[in-house]
């Protein structure tokens, strides 16, 4: 057999609520972590609205795009030292762990959180890995030969901010399933990319995951989770 060395698996699916239904009620992923570890996202439907004939997407968007994931993919992997470590500057971990207070307080009983331990116990590790996302992004649209090892507090806060959007898809998307009835929705947070600003590099070591998100409805015609 083979083996794996700190094996890493980044997930995206788009699917229909039956399946998610599925998913969420099948006795092989309950109580593994699985679930846990899933983001999810209930984009707005376009039907009725969707152009007959789309721009099509601009030449220097795609190169843009395709560079930047290139880099990012390029970046080398010591054998022997292992994946770069990328920290918090002192600002950004101040505020990181004022957010993971926040976090730990609504895990309690009667906390927003408190009927999702399984999910809401990652939860902060879900933001951090979108703030290392955020970091490598930004540097690797810039000029810089190689990324900052600090995430500044911008970043963070960027992250952060995804918090309450990834809570409440959450949240709508055990409802459209019929497995939570009370939820909320969320608006996702404005802060382009290209313009998040940052310092410092430590957080996780797959800088890999990727999170798929768009504007949500009450009643979608599909759902997206990613881990």
């Given at each position: ?25 099948h006795r092989l992923t309950l109580g593994k972590g699985f679930l846990g570890r899933l983001l999810y996202s209930i984009p707005k439907s376009m039907l009725g609205n969707r152009k007959i ?175």
């Amino acid at each position: 057999p083979d083996h794996l060395i700190r094996p890493a698996l980044s997930v995206a699916l788009a699917v229909q609520p039956e399946s998610v239904r599925d998913l969420l009620g099948h006795r092989l992923t309950l109580g593994k972590g699985f679930l846990g570890r899933l983001l999810y996202s209930i984009p707005k439907s376009m039907l009725g609205n969707r152009k007959i004939t789309p721009e099509q997407m601009s030449e220097s968007l795609v190169q843009i795009y395709g560079v930047a994931i290139r880099r990012i993919l390029d970046i080398p992997i010591d054998a022997e030292r292992g994946p770069t470590v990328i920290r918090l500057d002192t600002q950004a971990e101040a505020r990181f762990v004022e957010f993971q207070h926040s976090v730990e307080i609504s895990l309690r009983k009667g906390g927003r959180l408190a009927d999702a331990t399984d999910w809401g116990g990652k939860h902060c590790g879900a933001i951090a890995r979108i703030a290392l996302i955020l970091h490598l992004l930004e540097w690797a649209v810039s000029s810089e030969p190689r990324a900052a090892e600090q995430i500044g507090i911008e970043t963070v806060q960027a992250a952060i901010d995804w918090s309450e959007y990834l809570i409440a898809h959450r949240d709508a998307v055990f409802a459209a399933v019929g497995l939570d009835p009370n939820f909320r929705v969320a608006e996702r947070p404005r802060h382009p990319i290209a313009t998040v600003t940052c310092r410092r590099q430590e957080l996780l070591p797959h800088p890999a995951n990727a999170l798929a998100v768009s504007r949500i409805s009450p009643r979608p015609p599909r759902l997206v989770y990613c881990c």
